[in-house]
């Protein structure tokens, strides 16, 4: 059975650090120099998110305009792909996905699985040409994206763990490409209460795994018909109905409601 490594890197230069991982068999087979080029390029890119959207840097084009200077929609092309999407996503969860927290406009409920597409499709993909490499990922926060090379028996393990008991394991997935993203009451900006404690959704890309993830937080019950309409995938920790898994819209527990 193989036996694979993982080398990891932290990009420390957001409001909250990138992880990069690498699976591989063989350590001494990756070209470490075409790695250590895409890191550079990454941590420049994630830069320059920082001068967008972080809150901690009271300069960027975000605290602006949380502040009522308006001008980044004109100014940043960037920043206006976000805007946009924040809207697109609050009409499609008819917004059980917010973009506004105390009266501001915050788009961090899909701005971590933005930033993880657009840097693993433009960056990290690519080393997956590199045959000493089997598997890279990206995490931020409680979102990941991942992705394997093809033609090989390769699958990421992703655990998801109870949000009241780190030390119970709830589900484990095992994917070779896609996107996982889990939002629990712990750590919600949200404003409506509901029973759902947790939800993890499975997708093709981090963003709309970000998206789901946020949205059945605050639907609670009535996510079930996301769940249907979307063909979702992922699992639901219900504070009274327990544990409910999903898959492509399907549930194994609680009949979904029309």
Known sequence: MNEYKYISIVINKFDLPFEVKLATLDEGAINKELVDETIDKISENVQQYDSLFSLENH???LSRFQDGEETALMTSKTFREVY???????????????????????PIGLLNGWMIDQIFNRYLLSLLSDEGIDGVSLRCGED???A????IDFRWRIAIKDPKNLNIL??????????VSTANELHSLRNEKSNVEQVTIVGNSAVDANIWSSAGLSA???FSEFITKYHLTGMIVDKYAGLENFRDGF????????
């Open 59 to 61: 300069d960027s084009l």
């Open 84 to 106: 946009e999407q924040t809207i697109t996503a609050e009409q499609m969860t008819h917004h059980y996905f917010s973009s506004y927290f105390n009266g501001k406009y915050d």
């Open 144 to 146: 990941v994206r991942l």
């Open 148 to 151: 394997s090379r093809p033609n």
């Open 170 to 179: 709830l589900a484990t997935y095992f994917l070779k490409n896609g996107a």
């Open 220 to 222: 609670g019950i009535k």
């Open 251 to 258: 549930s194994d527990k609680i009949p979904l409601r029309k």
